[in-house]
């Protein structure tokens, strides 16, 4: 198993770099919700039913900061109103220019996924919820 462990002002850069690709587009990114498993690249077109679609904060979030170093994002509009029902698998985040930026796992709060919902039994025209987003780098 290879093992790396960065500076923390080298986790400091490169989550500032994530957090620059989000709003690069000038306005709130997005956060799309996906049913299903996350595709080998985030280049690649997103597979699974789209469940949700939740704003960003613009900007997305502060500056990493914390120990261990995470990038946590500000505030995120709950989707009042899903667009289908099916389990979350993963999700997408979007620069509000429609790039791309990374995808990442789903759990229900308390559960360790880099994105936490409320539930991850998303219902059509019900609320999705998030209680928890943050990225770190080890």
């Known amino acids: 198993m290879a093992v790396i ?12 770099q994530i957090k620059t690709a989000i709003d690069a587009g000038g306005a709130a990114g997005k956060l799309r919700i996906y049913s299903g498993s996350i595709p080998a ?15 960003l904060s613009f900007p ?11 990038l946590t994002f500000s ?23 429609g790039t791309a930026i990374f995808d990442c796992d789903v ?10 919902l409320n539930t991850t039994s998303i219902v059509i025209s019900g609320p999705v919820l998030v209680t928890a987003f943050e990225l770190s780098v080890p």
């Open 75 to 97: 505030a995120i509009t709950q989707d009042s109103a899903a667009d289908a029902t099916g389990t979350a698998g993963y999700a997408r985040i979007l620069a509000s220019d």
């Open 41 to 55: 690249a985030p280049s690649d077109a997103a597979s699974g039913t789209l469940l949700a679609e939740l704003t």
């Open 60 to 70: 997305c979030a502060p500056t990493a900061s914390g120990s261990p170093i995470k």
């Open 107 to 116: 759990t229900v709060t308390g559960a360790g996924g880099v994105l936490q």
């Open 5 to 16: 462990k960065f500076r923390d002002s080298t986790k400091v850069s490169v989550l500032g």
